[in-house]
Structures are given as C-alpha cells and as structure tokens.
C-alpha cells in the first residue's frame, strides 16, 4: 500500500482542491438534510454554498493554490506547494481562460531517451 509521496503519481492534492471540497461536502450535506425534511429555503442555502465552493476553487486555483493539468515535477506533489505559473494561466485551462488568462498551447518538451547500463 502506497502513502501520498511514495509512489510515482501526482494526485494533485492542492489547498485549492482540500478547500472546494471540504465546502462542497457542507453543501451537499446541507442540500440532502433540506431533501429529508423538505425545506426548499434550507435547499437554497446548501445550493448557495455548492456556489461558495465553485467559487472558492477557482480563486484559490488563480491565486497559484490550484494545480495545472497533467503531472508536475515532484518537487511540487506536496499539497502545500504554489503554482509560480498561474499568473500567467495554464494551457487548456477552462478556469484560467474564464479569467481571461489566455496563453498558446503547451509545447511538448523533448526528454532525453535514458540509457540502460548493462551489468558486468
């Protein structure tokens, strides 16, 4: 069994992420109890907070608290870590081009191919 930072996959936990769905949790919970008991004021509030949610995320994730798409270098997998490049957007980002954060398409960057060493 794998503990976060031991194995090779970036599961993009980010203070944006934990946010959103920490919020979105207390709204999904507030909109079943409002279903339970019948309270169409009490579902307004819980779709209220699903909107505090979206909201909260997208501006955690503009202020660099978010993840861009695809795997980051390990040095950023902590959850904790800013994005630097935020300010200018994320390729193919809905959000970021929401903002008006509009960069060209990332380029795909060329790896050098790793070698086998043989054993003597």
Sequence with gaps: MFIHGDDDHDLGHTVAGWSGAGIATLGFGLCGFAMV??????????????????????????AG??????????????????????????????????AGRRTSRPQAVERPAETAVADA
């Design 65 to 98: 608290w978010g993840k861009p798409s695809g795997p980051r270098p390990v040095a950023q997998w902590g959850w904790r870590v800013r994005d630097v490049t935020a300010r200018d957007g994320h390729g193919d980002c809905l959000g970021c081009r929401l």
């Design 37 to 62: 008991t019948g309270s169409g004021p009490l579902a307004l509030v819980g779709a209220a907070v699903l909107a505090l949610a979206l909201l909260t995320t997208w501006a955690l994730h503009l």
